[in-house]
């Protein structure tokens, strides 16, 4: 693997620095994953010292769930958790999250579980879970004094960048493989911003993108050189899911994998809320869940490895659809520590569970909940998970965009004339 961009050209050092003390609230430095060295609050994501992902630490003050609660109905009820400043509620921005925490008694009792809930984040503004973390980049950027807000995507990221750039005024640039679901790309180009289709896997797109970040000043490509923020807004899915369980823990989450980032940092956010109080540090088993056809995670824990090998993506799973993810090792981590395990499905899997979840639920999502939904059934299947403890699916996109997966299993249950005559010969009454 080459080493990723430094920033280190004297291009990309005209911004960097926050103009504001509090730009990050609670926020004050960057930390390495790898090796704990530090670095400034900055447009940075590779550690100096040992190239290790940096990750954004706190110094957190008291905070009370009173104030949480009485925060807006966004991700924005929980600004002294972020790295945003603290009247960030008030700057235009997307205000995506606090979406439904369903209990799924349904699909509980089907699939033989005692206590399930789904955490439906199809109901974000652009209908997946990457509003939570393009929200958080663009503050970043912001206060960064980066004016064009870039990502490349499997799709969503795509639809949640263009959609928050609008809303902020700003450019936006999207690079996509440019064999996405139509849906996604109607779903971005809508906004109005540079759409870019590149041919190649997303492998590809990110590696161009990481050339295009190390060149380009002023531009925050959200999952890149802003990173260490993006990756921060998915501890609001983890805080989210607390809060609305009663401010406790679940005992067992299953999450999808793509990059990793989401569900290292659901984590990260049940850690946090046990650490300042907020609740019980009760223990909780960390599932992650991956399509066949793009599974290196779930390879690389299967065969025991700490080193997760690239892969070429073939799924229908487009959004988790990532060969090289940057948390691969991470996620190992967190699964293996908390007792979890990673697991993958097939494509078949996964349409029938799209399925298995509409008909249970009402809650039509696209392949990457199939994913997560067809992981559950396995892990409940093979033993993996223990059936009578409290269980959470997130469900992180939503069904209209991937309409293909399912589309030639399921139509009309019969076609007829506009008579009363040929409905009662239909015999559906
Ligand atoms: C991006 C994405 C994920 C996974 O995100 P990572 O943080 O990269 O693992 C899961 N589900 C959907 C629908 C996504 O778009
Ligand atoms: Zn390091």
């Not at 509090?22 to 090796?35: E, T, Y």
């Not at 369903?102 to 809930?117: F, M, Q, T, V, Y």
């Not at 949640?160 to 679901?181: W, Y």
């Not at 609740?279 to 066949?292: H, K, L, N, S």
Request: proline share 6%.
């Amino acid at each position: 693997m080459s080493a990723p961009t430094l920033y280190h050209s004297p291009a990309t050092t005209v911004t960097g620095a926050a103009t504001r003390p509090d730009a990050f609230g609670n926020a004050v430095v960057l930390r390495c994953r790898a090796c704990a060295a530090e670095q400034q609050l900055g447009p940075y994501y590779a550690c100096m010292e040992c190239f290790g992902p940096l990750e954004v630490a706190y110094d957190f003050p008291a905070i009370t769930r009173e104030q949480i609660a009485s925060g807006p109905p966004n991700i924005w009820r929980y600004r002294d958790l972020l790295p945003v400043r603290p009247d960030i509620a008030g700057i235009p921005n997307t205000e995506p999250g606090y979406t439904r925490l369903l209990k799924a008694d349904n699909l509980a009792r089907e699939l033989g579980l005692k206590s399930l809930w789904v955490k439906d984040d199809s109901g974000n503004p652009t209908h997946s879970f990457k509003d939570r973390v393009v929200a958080v980049a663009l503050a970043a950027a912001r206060e960064l004094g980066l004016t064009v807000l870039a990502c490349p995507s499997t799709g969503n990221l795509a639809n949640a960048t263009a959609a928050a750039a609008a809303r902020a005024g700003i450019r936006s640039v999207v690079l996509i493989p440019e064999d996405l679901e139509r849906a996604k790309i109607v779903n971005t180009a809508v906004y109005g911003g540079t759409l870019i289709a590149v041919k190649g896997t997303y492998d590809d797109v990110n590696k161009l993108a990481s050339e295009i970040a190390g060149e380009e000043a002023g531009w925050a490509f959200v999952n890149v050189n802003v990173r260490p923020y993006y990756s921060e807004g998915s501890k609001t899915l983890g805080y989210e899911i607390a809060e609305q369980l009663g401010w406790r823990l679940p005992e067992q989450i299953v999450i999808p994998v793509a990059s990793g980032s989401q569900l290292t940092k659901v984590d990260k956010g049940f850690t946090e809320l046990g650490s300042l109080g907020l609740v019980e540090p009760t223990a909780y088993r960390v599932f992650g869940a991956q399509a066949a056809g793009c599974a290196p995670v779930a390879a690389a824990f299967r065969d025991g490895h700490d080193v997760v090998r690239p892969v070429k993506p073939d799924t229908i799973a487009k959004s988790l659809a990532i060969g090289n993810p940057a948390d691969g090792p991470y996620v190992l981590d967190t699964c293996r520590r908390t007792g979890g395990t990673v697991e993958q499905v097939s494509d078949d899997e996964i349409r029938a569970a799209i399925l298995l979840l509409a008909r249970t639920e009402g809650i039509f999502t696209e392949t990457a909940g199939g994913t997560t939904i067809a992981t559950l059934k396995k892990l409940v299947e093979t033993g993996q998970l223990d059936p009578d403890a409290d269980t959470v699916a997130i469900n992180t996109g939503d069904g209209l965009k991937t309409l293909d997966a399912v589309g030639d299993r399921v139509g009309p249950t019969v076609t007829i004339g506009a008579s009363y005559a040929e409905f009662t010969a239909a015999g559906l009454a």
